[in-house]
């Protein structure tokens, strides 16, 4: 008992620290791809190839003057980023971060917890995400930080939807609420294709709804410059901004990692079982193989980020609405059809 | 340890639906029922129904709360600007209130003792409440729906624009 109590605790700070190194490694990422994408070189002089830029920037977000508005309110002022920051770091609990170890005949897995109802989890976590943004923009008293959390809000629920949906045609496919088991599905050989190859059009909707999600460009609209300043993060300064920057960039991850444990296989990789390594040795490659999936589909957001210009408003709404949510019905429908086909 | 986390949970729950009905700003109101729906959710846990537990947040705390804080930031309500309501209506609301206890408590009194010693029973997972939901009460479940799909066409009726009604300028 007190040997599966440590190994769990170890797993949580791992992965506790794992997610904040990647989320500050992120930023510098972002700096990095957007310099390649615009030709030019990015941060440069913290350390070689300013690989030390994110400690500066940390270290500078602490050393700058905190400044709260008198007439916002206090308490909540500082709850909104608390929110943003402890939903991020929640949905980590239940990624499946590698297949068992074998250590002295014991099974280890590095999945922290494997609930059946796991994406359920996750779909909660995400839905109250949005009141770290919505709290912390009204209790500003700022007209830009009320319009950029109103923006938020919205644009969540009108993507919850038809990213609910286009999971449900997931499930209806694997039969089981549990990421742990939705990995083991799509483990290696025998014409045993990741999700990806039999959900596409589910997959599309879900990284769509993922980018409007994370509040990431061509849909962040909530922290939109040119209209509103700075959105809902207007009146913030220091580290309470930097925890709502942190929480983006956390959000990112998490949903890279949903991203490749739902469609692309988690730390399945193709030929595994051909190899004739031994166990745990399979284990790790295939957690490697994870996080080059996620850093994977991080680089495609900074990607499309600086790529594709920000949406206006009303073109986002119709998106979700007109578009993305009769698409997943539709592909609801389909599988549902197929699935009965193939069961006859 | 259920016992007394099932006492700790009842309390806040109580007391943040109390603070729902106290507090003078409405988006403080909301904020409170927040509270109230984490603590249902608690309640849930306890009684090992993890599928009505997380349904519980994403359709009250993660969607439905959201729209209300929605509404009242779009009318930024204040003490100066909020409508004065009489004391008629004030009335009428709390003998209404009354009312629905009056049905609660009715309801409850003649409940089994056994159904709620029942805890670790395992309907609450998805697997065993969906075959109850399919097989033994697929009429009230089909009923529900219907329910709510009427719901959600009145919804787009009132919401759509009336063109022939109104003539913009």
Known sequence: MTDFLIYKILLVVGVFTITLVVAMYATYGERKVAAFLQDRIGP?????FGILQPLADGLKFFMKEEIIPSVSNKFLFILGPSIAMITALMAGVLIPWGNTLIINGTAYSLQITDINIGILYVFGVVSIGVYGIMIGGWASNNKYSLLGAIRASAQMISYELAMGISIIALIMMT???????????????DWN?????????GFLIFIVCAFAECNRAP???PECETELVGGYHTEYSSMKLGFYMFAEYINMFISSAVLSTLYFGGYNFPFMNDLGLSHNAITILGTVFLFAKIFFFIFFFMWVRWTLPRFRYDQLMNLG???????????????ALVLLWIDK | MTLYLFYFLSFLAILSALMVVFSKNPVHSVLYLIITFFCIFGHYLLMNAQFVAFVHIIVYAGAIMVLFLYVL???NLNSESEPHKNNTLKFV????????MVVLVAALRGTDDKMLQDTGSQIGYVRNLGKVMLTDFLLPFEITSILLLAAMVGAVMIGKKSSNTTTPQ
């Open chain 1, 175 to 189: 039969g089981t609420l549990s990421l742990g088991e939705i990995v083991n599905q799509q483990a290696g050989g």
């Open chain 2, 93 to 100: 609301a709390v003998i209404s209130a009354c009312l629905l």
């Open chain 2, 73 to 75: 930031m779009l009318l």
């Open chain 1, 193 to 201: 294709f990741w999700n990806v190859v039999y959900q596409p059009l």
């Open chain 1, 44 to 48: 440069n002089r913290a350390g070689p």
């Open chain 1, 321 to 335: 609405w007109r578009v993305l949510l009769p698409l997943s019905i539709a592909n609801l429908l389909l599988t």
């Open chain 1, 219 to 221: 849909f962040d609209l």
